[in-house]
């Protein structure tokens, strides 16, 4: 095979192998070092133009006459494995180094998956049976597993996390010889915490920032199944905090900090691109400065994170300040610091008040701040409270959304970065009054209670992105939709009085390989025959609004797609006034003649 630079190698391995069976420890041994030997040949005979792969068949034979019914061994003929080894052999297969279970007239191929795992070591700290014993349900976790295809891939990041590691551990001694409690603080890092979520979480922190169903843009905020639905800018703390509520456990090295004193102090937010309405997130943290305020302590720790692709969607700074940490002999300033900046001295441009609810802290807490500050009366009694506080990322989300609502008609892709300062509580059920100040792109803005007059949110901005008009949508060739849309065109103006018992305009967009490819519109109510154009509404807006993919289209329109399945389903949006979309049952009637 060497010699004519070209081979094609199977082996037969069994389902014995791959995953064990009682009484059979030698056979399945065996068995499994053949998957073991195909993967080796693979690699070294690539360059050779050789391919290796293997097989588990199941197949009814004399071996398995007297312990399989006929009917069951009929099914298992080896006519519907050979085809399967027939092609892995072929010259057109580039395939190799696979496994792969065959049987009965189906195929599928395996493949190594591993959990995310759990970096056991810690700074000055040894690994012991009692670490992994507390950290055995990180270690068998698959909820986001990995797909290891190589010896080196496999070990590359173990040997990546260990120079982190050991430079973090170099990086600490250094700090401690000099006794600097600053520099010492400023090596902690944590990486690699992970938030997953869905359409779900998107949608309870709206409401927990008081996103309503009374509001005129809910649906956008609070339908998964909404055509634009988004997520709110501000989402985009909860899994930095996620990451910053676990490094708060872990306690700074060179710094005694009491976490039943943390006060947030400041928070500063930027998106680099939208957040993605579902999926896993990961952040790492560092802190970044440290500032002596003689009463306290004040942390500076910036968390970025990114998607799955490793693509960074946020960064966050949060300042928190512990009471009674002073007196270290560190900085009183920082130039880590993102500032605030005074609102103008004129009176605002715009005033939006919105009354919270006496339930909202209970609410908000459910996004991941588990403070017993924000719910237990004992609790916030301690901390010199009469009752419970609202959180001061609840107020945060309250105030952008009313600069967004103001000066970006409520198109969350204009956000660009928020940054704020907490000077006072907010107590669940006061009203949040949000005064701004327009000055170019940026949106300045203070937060009072309205019941008190006190500023709970100071110093404040949001940052808008430049928008351009939108490019049109070209219209798409090869779309089986137009065909649909060119017949009903033709067949409604022979359906006289129809128009008038539909009475409604439906704008429908059709989209193609993830993006929109055109628009339609059903326009059953501005002339008496009704029309079928493409493009948009030629007055006002549609009074429904349908996207689904061309195939779905012809599909739901031929009868093939249920209706009501395919909007459960999330094959079919709605928008706008979508009971009228239970008239097209009249417009589809005509389906045959379409």
């Known amino acids: 095979m060497r ?3 070209f081979g094609r190698i199977i082996l037969v391995s069994s389902s014995a192998g791959i995953y064990g069976n009682f009484g059979q420890a ?20 690539k360059k050779y133009g050789i391919n290796c792969n293997c097989v588990a068949p199941m197949a009814g034979s004399r071996l398995t006459e007297t312990v399989m019914p006929k009917e069951i061994r009929d099914a298992l003929k080896p006519e519907y494995v050979a085809p399967v080894v027939l092609y892995l052999c072929h010259n057109s297969c580039q395939e190799t180094g696979g496994l792969f279970e065959v049987g009965a007239g189906w195929v599928g191929k395996l493949r190594w998956q591993r959990t995310e795992g759990v970096f056991l070591r810690e700074k000055n700290k040894a690994v012991t049976p009692e670490t992994v014993r507390d950290n055995w349900d990180r270690v068998t976790d698959f909820s986001n597993p990995t797909y290891p295809t190589s010896t080196r891939e496999s070990s590359a990041f173990m040997v990546e996390l260990a120079n982190s590691m050991d430079q973090e551990e170099r990086e600490a001694q250094a700090a401690a010889d000099l006794k600097d409690p600053v520099a010492l603080a400023k ?8 938030y997953t979520y869905t359409e779900k979480e998107a949608v309870l922190y709206a409401l927990s920032v008081g996103t309503s169903t009374t509001q005129p843009d809910y649906l956008k905020f609070l ?3 909404s055509e634009d639905f988004t997520i709110l800018p501000t989402f985009g703390v909860i899994p930095a905090f996620a990451c910053l509520y676990s490094a708060t456990g872990k306690g700074v090295p060179g710094l005694t900090l009491d976490p039943t004193k943390l006060l947030h102090g400041e928070q500063y937010l930027e998106l680099f691109k939208p957040i993605p309405r579902s999926g896993t997130l990961t952040s790492k943290l560092w802190l970044c400065d440290v500032m002596d305020k003689k009463s306290g302590a004040v942390l500076l720790y910036n968390v970025e994170t990114y998607d799955e692709n490793n693509d960074k969607v946020a ?4 300042s928190t300040f512990y009471v009674g940490a002073g007196n270290f002999g560190g900085p009183k300033t920082s130039t880590e610091t993102i500032p605030i900046i005074e609102v103008p001295s004129r009176a605002p441009d715009s005033v939006m008040q919105e009354k919270t609810s006496v339930d909202q802290a209970a609410l908000y807490r459910l996004n991941g701040d588990k403070n017993p500050l924000h719910i237990d009366p004992s609790f916030a009694a301690m901390g010199g409270f009469k009752t419970p506080i609202l959180h001061g990322l609840c107020s945060f989300g309250y105030a952008v959304r009313h600069v967004m609502a103001t000066f970006a008609n409520n198109d969350m892709s204009r956000f660009k970065a928020v940054k704020v300062r907490f000077a006072k509580p907010v107590l669940p059920g006061q009203t949040l009054l949000t005064e701004m100040w327009k000055e170019g792109s940026r949106i300045h803005f203070q937060t009072k209670v309205a019941e008190t007059g006190s500023v709970c949110i100071t110093g404040a901005y949001v940052d808008l992105l430049n928008t351009t008009e939108p490019k049109p949508i070209p219209k798409a ?4 939709s137009q065909a ?13 009085g129809l128009a008038a ?15 929109q490819a055109t628009s339609w519109v059903v326009d059953m109510k501005s002339s008496p025959t009704g029309e079928v154009y493409e493009g948009t509404p030629r007055a006002g807006k549609a009074d429904c609004t349908l996207t689904l993919t061309d195939d779905n289209f012809v599909d739901l329109v031929s009868g093939k797609l249920d209706a009501q399945k395919a909007f459960l389903g999330g094959k079919l949006k709605l928008s706008g006034n979508i009971m009228l979309a239970q008239k097209l049952g009249d417009l589809f009637a005509m389906k045959s003649k379409i």
Request: aromatic share 12%; no cysteine.
């Open 187 to 194: 090596t902690f890092k944590l990486q690699g915490v992970k």
């Open 484 to 496: 649909v849309f060119e017949q009903m065109a033709s067949q409604i103006k022979n359906n006289p």
């Open 223 to 225: 339908f998964e199944l």
């Open 26 to 45: 030698n056979y399945s041994a065996a068995k499994l070092g053949l998957a073991g030997l195909s993967s080796t040949l693979s690699i070294e005979g």
């Open 3 to 5: 010699d004519q630079g």
């Open 501 to 515: 018992k539909i009475n409604a305009v439906f704008q429908w967009n059709i989209t193609k390989d993830g993006a």
């Open 477 to 480: 060739t090869n779309l089986k």
């Open 315 to 318: 960064f966050n700074q949060f």
